[in-house]
């Protein structure tokens, strides 16, 4: 059966629970909390990322996630939990949902970064 990309945003959804700036600030503040930006590097470079965040576009996600993969970045961790964010949040839902079909167990869609910056947010300027 084929799908669209309606069907897999509502599947992302309601999976990979949306949070405020607010509330994501309380979760990194805890510690043990892994943002990701999966943005284009364009992106980031002209707007800078979450404070800390670490950048990995959606196209590379899988490989920098699986502990498998030679492609495998360290900074991913089963144990942690993983705030995920893009530009309007579409793209941070799929990717939280590729997180949990992975077996990251604490994901979570912070969704657009200009939410983040307009709250008040640290930046890491590129």
């Known amino acids: 059966m084929s799908t669209n990309v309606k069907q897999m945003m509502e599947a992302a959804n ?3 629970p949306r949070v405020t700036p607010d509330q994501a ?3 990194i503040a805890k510690g043990n909390t892994l943002v990701v930006d999966v943005r284009d590097a364009a992106e980031v470079a002209s707007s800078g990322k979450v404070a800390g965040a670490v950048h990995v576009s959606r196209g590379m996600l ?4 699986d502990p498998e993969s030679p492609a495998h970045d360290k900074a991913f961790d089963k144990t942690k939990t993983v705030l ?3 530009a309007s949040g579409g793209r941070a839902a799929l990717s939280g949902k590729v997180l949990k ?5 604490s994901v979570f869609n912070l969704g657009a970064f200009k939410d983040w910056v307009e ?3 640290a930046v890491d300027k590129a």
Do not use: I
């Open 62 to 65: 899988e490989f920098r996630a």
């Open 84 to 86: 995920v964010y893009c």
């Open 14 to 16: 309601a999976v990979v």
């Open 25 to 27: 600030r309380e979760m």
């Open 119 to 121: 709250s008040g947010g």
């Open 101 to 105: 079909d992975f077996g990251y167990t």
